[in-house]
């Protein structure tokens, strides 16, 4: 409290920075300390279920990814919410954690625990498939962000639009890995459902117009307001699009060209 006098905030102003962290610790140990929840509630002025609701998109992708039923259902319950609706509402963010995660398998098996969560819809079915399609276009946007990471090796500080201090830090292998894990829950006929070696530019260049839309509008400031850091490595990013689908680019390369360089201009 006194710090907040001092720097003329309130105690949530002051807090806000790192309220992501904040969260994930305190939902971590709700079922053993519930008290730290409720002080740190009291100390922001805020009810359980207001602090709660507002962290979700901090605290939903690695349980989702993490399989923590438990608290999932928990928050669930407390929102008057179910497990499925809370996916749903934070799909994009959820499914993003989950294609970041270190192996195949995990990221598997977290998609498995997804869909025996969500509900079956009659006369038809639920898989992998339907949960990424259902998010795609910003997907692919986020993992193309990430590709415009300057180093390909040495790991890079990224702060995303929606999911900031969730992924603290991504390598354009870790994006590249990415993609190849969504791309391989849209299997071609005859094609097993494995990562190829192979680049990913056909995939790409098959949501290219959406894509395009979702990075300009980011460049754009659009979807939220982007740091001069931000839009930069947008910039590269959509650089490694074009370098992976090729000449194909040529499609929407009037959009491109004009909405580039009206970025670069004010950059400039």
């Keep these: 409290m006194s710090l907040a006098r001092f720097h003329g905030k309130t105690p949530y102003k002051l807090l806000d920075p790192y309220i992501g962290e904040i969260a994930r610790h305190l939902i971590a140990q709700w079922p053993h300390q519930p008290g730290l929840l409720l002080e740190t509630c009291r100390l922001v002025s805020q009810e359980p279920s207001e602090f709660m609701s507002g962290t979700l998109v901090h605290t939903l992708p690695l349980l989702f990814a993490n399989r923590n039923k438990v608290l999932i259902e928990r928050i669930a319950q407390n929102l008057g919410f179910t497990p499925s609706r809370l996916f749903l509402d934070f799909s994009k963010d959820v ?3 989950v294609f970041l995660l270190s192996d195949q398998v995990q990221t598997d098996n977290a998609l498995d625990f997804i869909l025996q969560l969500m509900p079956t819809p009659s006369g038809g079915s639920v898989n992998a498939q339907t949960l990424a399609r259902s998010c795609i276009i910003e997907l692919l946007g986020t993992f193309v962000f990430m590709l415009g990471s300057e180093d390909s090796k040495k790991v890079q500080e990224v702060r995303l639009f929606v999911i900031s201090d969730v992924i603290k830090s991504v390598t354009q292998d870790q994006a590249m890995r990415a ?18 070696s ?71």
């Design 179 to 196: 993609l190849h894990r969504l791309e391989s829950t849209f299997p071609s006929k005859g094609r097993k459902k494995v990562l190829t």
């Design 95 to 97: 499914l993003t954690q």
């Design 198 to 268: 192979d680049g990913v530019g056909k995939f790409l260049k098959s949501h290219i117009l959406g894509l395009i839309s979702y990075l300009v509008d980011k460049l754009q400031g659009i979807q939220g307001r982007e740091t001069m850091a931000s839009k930069q490595q947008t910039l590269r990013g959509l650089g490694a699009l074009i370098n992976h689908v090729g000449v194909e680019i040529s499609i929407v390369a009037p959009q491109v060209s004009k909405n580039v360089k009206s970025v670069i201009d004010k950059i400039a």
